[in-house]
């Protein structure tokens, strides 16, 4: 079967879960993806905007995916390369009596060119922390990094050069504005318990008074008051971020491999 590939600078389930949204089949593939029913498995019906069916007829997740329609079965194929990055490949053969003139050549270069718009959807389009929602500008998170450097020798003195890189986590509006607002919760949390320890510390030179069980006993609900406040707000903090993985933009697949080749992080705009 003729087949035609592309290497996308995303590990295989980022890449996985990105391919398996129907909502983005337009946006790379052309054909208005509407359902797969019931989900994606062996046998399941892709369903199309223009009432058209196609059906599952090879499944293996993260790695293979093969439908069949009408004239044509196409095999999507996705493997691991190391260093973050998944190379997919199609494979397509026609069926039902159909035949290409130029042996394929114009089939391929539209797979080819749908696969180029797959990569920028994967690697740009979507959000790195829901990867659901696509990137907004004003919403990414900056990484930078600096790596050993080379010392240049100069007439009096010596420099060192480092070599600086900046690189760019994609993000949208939703996550941006639910991790500000996560910050501000847990600064909050974190002024309530202080505010609390201070009061508490002034109780308890009166309480002392009372004696040292009193003191014991004040100091114990005191402590019990602040680990209660302080998971409570975790609580809130971990429900305002329900739906967002826990990715930090240092674990973004572009910024480890700066880290792997012996740069490390030295900022990154607050999430």
Not at 232 to 252: H, M, N, T
């Amino acid at each position: 079967m003729p087949k035609t590939g592309i290497i996308i600078d995303r590990p295989p389930d980022i890449v996985w879960e990105v391919f398996t949204k129907p909502e983005g089949w337009k946006k790379w593939w052309g054909g208005d993806l509407k359902q797969v029913a019931p989900g994606w498995q062996d046998g399941a019906k892709l369903i199309w905007a223009d009432g058209s069916t196609s059906e599952i007829s090879g499944f293996s997740r993260q790695r293979m995916l093969q439908f069949t329609s009408a004239w044509m079965q196409t095999a999507f194929r996705f493997t691991s390369k190391g260093n973050h990055s998944t190379r997919v490949e199609i494979e397509f053969a026609p069926r039902g009596g159909a035949a290409f003139n130029d042996g394929g050549q114009a089939h391929k270069a539209s797979l080819a060119s749908s696969l180029e718009k797959l990569k920028r959807y994967v690697e740009v389009g979507i959000c790195w922390f829901c990867k659901t929602r696509p990137t907004v500008a004003s919403a990414v998170v900056e990484v930078k990094l600096r790596g050993n450097g080379e010392v240049e020798r100069m007439p009096k003195h010596e420099r060192t050069i480092r070599n600086e890189v900046t690189i760019r986590v994609p993000r949208c509006a939703l996550c941006k504005s639910k991790y500000r607002k996560a910050r501000h919760i847990d600064e909050v949390g974190k002024l309530v318990v202080f505010i609390l320890l201070l009061a508490g510390c002034g109780l308890t030179t009166v309480i002392g008074n009372l004696g040292t069980w009193f003191v014991v006993l004040w100091l114990i609900a005191l402590g019990a008051m602040c680990v209660g406040i302080l998971f409570g707000f975790g609580y809130w903090k971990d429900k305002v971020l329900r739906g967002i993985e826990e990715k930090q933009a240092v674990d973004f697949p572009e910024v480890q491999m700066m880290k792997e080749q012996g740069m490390e992080v030295t900022w990154w705009s607050r999430p």
